[in-house]
Structures are given as C-alpha cells and as structure tokens.
C-alpha cells in the first residue's frame, strides 16, 4: 500500500509541483521578494532596539536615551523594511527579465517605473500668509507647519506590503512589455561600435515609452485606484492566512510533500509569502506606531514555533538521535545532524535519517509541527507570548530568534525551549521504534559476517 502512494506520489505529483516551483514568474516572484530578507533582517533590529525600553528597568540611562530616540532609531526602518515593495519589484523584474535572456537591469528599472506609476503624488501647497500670521501666536500649529512636507509628496503606504501585490503585477506586466517589444522587432538597434550599455538605453526606449503611457493613463488620467481596488480582493486572502486552520493546512502541505522527497517548504512558500510580509509588515508598522499588533500568523511565527530545527520541527529527533540512540547508525546521524539543527539546518535529518519516505519517522514529522503551531497560537492569542513583530536571521538557535522575533519577549524564548522540549517528547515513541529497527539489521549484518 506504502509503495503505491509512494509511486502516485513520485509519478502525478512530484513533477508537477517542481514545475509549479520552477514557474518563471513564480520564481522570479519568489527571488525578488527573498532579495530584500536582508533588508527586512537588519531593519528587524532596529525595531528590537527601539522597542528595548519595553523589557528594560524604566530608570536606566540606557532605557531614558532609546525612549528619547525611539523616532530617530526607527527610521532606518522606515527606508528599508516599510518600503520593501519598493526593493521587491525591481529584483522581480530583473529575475524574469533574466529567464527570458534579457538585460537585467533594464527589466528591473522598468519594473519599477511600472510600480511607481501606480501611485499618484500628491501637491502639498504651502500656507497662506493668515495661516502663518496666526501660527505665529499658536505655538502647536507652528509645530505642525515645521514638520509638513510642501511640495510634492509619495505616500508611502503603497511602497510597503499594501502594494505588493500591485507591485509584482506591474513587475511581470512590464517585462511582459519588454519581451514583446524585443521578439517582435519593436526596438532602435544601434551599430554594433556603439557601447554595449548605451545599445541597451536605447533598445530599452520602446519598452518604456508603452510603459510610462499604459500605466500612466490608466492610473494618472483615468484615475483607476488600483491599489484600492486590489486592497479589496487581497483582505480576504490576507485575513484568511492569519488563523489557526490556514497556519495548519499550511503546515501539512509542506510537510506532506517534504515526506515525498519534494521541497514542500519552497512550494508553499513561493504562494504564501507576499501574504506573510503583509502580516508582518502590519505588525511592525503597528508595533512602531506603538499600537496593538494584530496579527499572529506572519512568517516568523512558523519560523520560531512551529519549524525549530528546520521543517518537521526536527530539532527533537536531532536530540534524541544525538542522546539515546543505541544504533551505531543512529549515534553517527546524532552527532552529525544536532549541530545544523541547532542552526535550523535539518537536510542531514530529513535524507539521513531518512524521513523522506519513511513510513515510521514521517507521521511525527507531518504531526510535531502541527501540534507546536495549535499550542502556539493558543498561548499567543491570549497574550501569554508577544505577537511577531520582527524578522530574526532564519539560522539563530531557536530561543533567541523567538526573542527577537516577539520584540525581545522573554517569553517567546521560554515557548521556544518548551516546543523543543514537547517536540522531543512526540518524536520518541516513533524514534525508539526506528532506532530498533537499525539495531535490528545492524545485528543481522553483523550475524551474516560472520557466517560468512
């Protein structure tokens, strides 16, 4: 029975699904977006520091200084991880640009052009002579004019996750225009003297010019607001990822496939992740603003509760291999595999063990997991353990990256080391029964040399 699942597995849907991953667009998507984790990384930082004097004795110096400058430490922030769109679309477009064997950076620059057209600046004209002569004696007033910006100005709500997704279909929609242009013919080639980068500017100009127009007239003249219009029909998606049966489907499909030999992780992923920054930029944002922080389910909730050692919260089996294998195989893998799981690096578990197609290992492997995210998302939703705030370096030991995902919550740390600890529990019943096995056909290898 095993091994015809196995086949179906292998024959209908692992080759499928690795198309789906390998889709252009798809891949272009998901290289663009993982192009900015640095920036979302380091900026995460910024927000822990910001956010310190929430864990430290109010009457410390340190606490008073970062309380005073909590605006100035933010802004880092708000240039890199609060306008992550603005960084995403041009790695998209020069992602697909490059699968079609297009300039790069062209495809890139018009992929942003594309973006940026969609939001339309606004005049900010400056006051009146009345308004000033009466700021004059209004001391807060005068405040307010001091710190408005006259002139034109960009919202920036469109530059961040709100705009992602507008943001990946101007990217495609403009390196879409730019293959046409060059397949068809539709271009001003240069002789062959003429340097290679000033060739492409010039090749690039038709591609830009239908650009700058579509988009222009449709967001500009006609006035269609597109971002509205797709804030409306992505809520529903982004409500829908933040609860408890989302995070669990989520969670079995990628294990599931992971049991199969097939990267289950990236599949899913590549899908969920602009729905992820969504959520996690609104917390951030929220936590900056220092508001509540609405959502649970962002990325570094499944990274930090539910994937402690890599997929299939294997940081338990990794211990266990590593302190109570009596298989000479099983003491090997132990002290080769703990180490990277440590650092969430689970490949020498998952295909050393193996777990992939491994009937004993892959039931906690798909179970572990989905236990961890129920438990987490009961003690997070109640308010025992602080909400997601901030994107940890993904190869942190666990308890740290739970304390600077949650803001520098001790108690995402204390969660963390418990879901350890659990995951240890659930995987040794099925552990004890594989590491029998090997000691079985290690013995019966051993019995056979020597009748030999």
């Given at each position: 029975?095993?091994?015809?699942?196995?086949?179906?597995?292998?024959?209908?849907?692992?080759t499928p699904m690795a198309k789906v991953a390998e889709q252009r667009h798809l891949?272009?998507?998901?290289?663009?977006?993982?192009?900015?984790?640095?920036?979302?990384?380091?900026?995460?930082?910024?927000?822990?520091?910001?956010?310190?004097?929430?864990?430290?004795?109010?009457?410390?110096?340190?606490?008073?200084?970062?309380?005073?400058?909590?605006?100035?430490?933010?802004?880092?922030?708000?240039?890199?991880?609060?306008?992550?769109?603005?960084?995403?679309?041009?790695?998209?477009?020069y992602s697909l640009a490059r699968s079609y064997k297009l300039d790069g950076l062209?495809?890139?620059?018009?992929?942003?052009?594309?973006?940026?057209?969609?939001?339309?600046?606004?005049?900010?004209?400056?006051?009146?002579?009345?308004?000033?002569?009466?700021?004059?004696?209004?001391?807060?007033?005068?405040?307010?004019?001091?710190?408005?910006?006259?002139?034109?100005?960009?919202?920036?709500?469109?530059?961040?996750?709100?705009?992602?997704?507008?943001?990946?279909?101007?990217?495609?929609?403009?390196?879409?225009?730019?293959?046409?242009?060059?397949?068809?013919?539709?271009?001003?080639?240069?002789?062959?003297?003429?340097?290679?980068?000033?060739?492409?500017?010039?090749?690039?100009?038709?591609?830009?010019?239908?650009?700058?127009?579509?988009?222009?007239?449709?967001?500009?003249?006609?006035?269609?607001?597109?971002?509205?219009?797709?804030?409306?029909?992505?809520?529903?998606?982004?409500?829908?990822?933040?609860?408890?049966?989302?995070?669990?489907?989520?969670?079995?499909?990628?294990?599931?496939?992971?049991?199969?030999?097939?990267?289950?992780?990236?599949?899913?992923?590549?899908?969920?992740?602009?729905?992820?920054?969504?959520?996690?930029?609104?917390?951030?944002?929220?936590?900056?603003?220092?508001?509540?922080?609405?959502?649970?389910?962002?990325?570094?909730?499944?990274?930090?509760?539910?994937?402690?050692?890599?997929?299939?919260?294997?940081?338990?089996?990794?211990?266990?291999?590593?302190?109570?294998?009596?298989?000479?195989?099983?003491?090997?893998?132990?002290?080769?595999?703990?180490?990277?799981?440590?650092?969430?690096?689970?490949?020498?578990?998952?295909?050393?063990?193996?777990?992939?197609?491994?009937?004993?290992?892959?039931?906690?492997?798909?179970?572990?997991?989905?236990?961890?995210?129920?438990?987490?998302?009961?003690?997070?939703?109640?308010?025992?353990?602080?909400?997601?705030?901030?994107?940890?370096?993904?190869?942190?030991?666990?308890?740290?990256?739970?304390?600077?995902?949650?803001?520098?919550?001790?108690?995402?740390?204390?969660?963390?080391?418990?879901?350890?600890?659990?995951?240890?529990?659930?995987?040794?019943?099925?552990?004890?029964?594989?590491?029998?096995?090997?000691?079985?056909?290690?013995?019966?290898?051993?019995?056979?040399?020597?009748?030999?």
């Amino acid at each position: 029975m095993f091994e015809k699942i196995s086949t179906f597995m292998d024959e209908k849907l692992s080759t499928p699904m690795a198309k789906v991953a390998e889709q252009r667009h798809l891949r272009a998507i998901r290289d663009g977006i993982i192009a900015t984790l640095p920036l979302i990384i380091v900026s995460s930082l910024f927000m822990v520091i910001a956010f310190l004097p929430n864990q430290l004795p109010k009457d410390w110096a340190l606490t008073e200084f970062i309380a005073t400058n909590q605006f100035k430490i933010l802004l880092p922030y708000r240039m890199s991880m609060f306008i992550m769109t603005l960084y995403a679309v041009f790695g998209i477009g020069y992602s697909l640009a490059r699968s079609y064997k297009l300039d790069g950076l062209s495809g890139g620059i018009m992929a942003e052009l594309a973006y940026l057209l969609t939001m339309i600046p606004k005049s900010v004209p400056q006051a009146s002579q009345a308004v000033k002569d009466l700021a004059a004696t209004t001391p807060d007033l005068q405040t307010f004019l001091d710190s408005v910006s006259y002139g034109w100005n960009l919202p920036m709500g469109n530059l961040g996750s709100a705009g992602m997704f507008i943001g990946i279909i101007a990217a495609i929609v403009a390196v879409e225009i730019f293959r046409f242009t060059e397949t068809k013919g539709f271009k001003i080639s240069m002789p062959p003297q003429v340097p290679t980068s000033v060739a492409r500017s010039f090749e690039a100009l038709v591609p830009t010019a239908l650009i700058l127009v579509l988009i222009a007239t449709i967001t500009m003249w006609i006035g269609v607001d597109v971002h509205g219009i797709m804030s409306k029909l992505v809520a529903p998606l982004v409500s829908a990822t933040d609860t408890l049966p989302s995070v669990l489907v989520i969670i079995f499909l990628g294990m599931f496939f992971w049991t199969f030999g097939i990267h289950g992780w990236s599949i899913v992923g590549t899908l969920a992740r602009p729905l992820w920054l969504t959520l996690i930029d609104v917390n951030t944002a929220a936590a900056a603003a220092g508001e509540a922080i609405p959502h649970i389910g962002a990325e570094p909730f499944y990274q930090w509760f539910i994937m402690i050692g890599g997929s299939g919260t294997t940081i338990g089996l990794a211990i266990l291999f590593l302190l109570r294998s009596k298989s000479a195989y099983g003491k090997t893998l132990g002290k080769t595999a703990f180490i990277p799981a440590v650092f969430n690096i689970n490949e020498p578990m998952i295909f050393g063990a193996p777990i992939v197609l491994n009937p004993i290992l892959m039931i906690p492997f798909v179970v572990t997991p989905m236990v961890s995210a129920t438990i987490a998302w009961f003690f997070t939703s109640i308010g025992w353990v602080g909400r997601v705030v901030a994107i940890a370096p993904w190869t942190l030991p666990g308890p740290i990256g739970a304390y600077l995902a949650t803001g520098g919550d001790w108690r995402g740390a204390a969660l963390n080391i418990f879901l350890i600890l659990l995951s240890v529990v659930i995987y040794y019943p099925f552990f004890k029964m594989y590491d029998n096995k090997l000691k079985a056909e290690e013995s019966a290898d051993v019995e056979n040399t020597e009748i030999a």
